[in-house]
């Protein structure tokens, strides 16, 4: 076994944490696992795991190599695409991850063009509105809305998102129609939690926020809508998002005069000096067709 394959089967032994899961994985004998990560520790005399009954966990130096040798992997891997596809159509499968309304709504129906344009590229879409860890779940690329932490993905700008504030008819005739932020805390407002089990929200105006304990709280963008649609709340969303329901009278905008600050929308993928053609041209796809339907403008 070379000494390539050797830092793979360390790279997916630190992921699952378990030797038996990464041999399954990489469809090898325990054993062959078991040896490749002991002539590696006995190679750099260095202890890469600590091994218990319960569990394996990486030791301070398997941590600080890990980075390394995923690094040292990625780039064998494009170097190989590179030298595969240089003369060839681009191919290969994608894996990408974005908010589920814009995967549904605005990517999904027109996704036909791009495979007209690129045949032989598979894309695998998965659809949440949480960020991802492309590492780990080895994904390509995420498209994600909001603020980005620190990290070492590579962010694409595609734009901004115009923020508005609305709800029903029947609400607003039951409960009337809020003229100052102040009048929020007689209303109910409806929660979009960053988190499983957040239970209080913010509303965002500029440098001002309020803070509500919302009644209801949902984790995806097609409830949220759904619920002001039923009159059960206010909700803060981005315009494009309800820009229909607006136009046709099933949502109406509220405190025009109280701006929400557009947020970011942006492409996240890995951060390496080359990245497959593939993602490349599917990105430059991607990018026009999300300016010309997300970041639209009241």
Sequence with gaps: MDRLQQFEIFVEVAKRESFSEAALRLDLPRSTVTSAIQNLEAFYKVRLFQRTTRRVSLTQ??????????NLLMDYQLLGQMIQTHNQDYQGILKVDMPSRISHQIVVPVLSDFFKQYPNIQIQLYSSDHLTNLVEQEVDCVVRVGTLENSSLIAKSIGFLDMVNCASPDYLQQFGTPQTLQDLQQHAMINYPSSVGEQQGIFCYGKEQIRLNARLSVNNTEAYIQAARSGLGIIQIPYYDVREDMEHGRLIEILSSYVCPALPLNILYPNRQYIP????????????????TCCLHR
Excluded: A, H, N, T
């Design 61 to 70: 130096d398997g941590k600080r190599i890990l980075p390394e040798c995923q």
């Design 277 to 292: 053609r593939r993602l490349d041209v599917f990105m430059s796809w991607l990018i026009p067709v999300l300016q010309q």
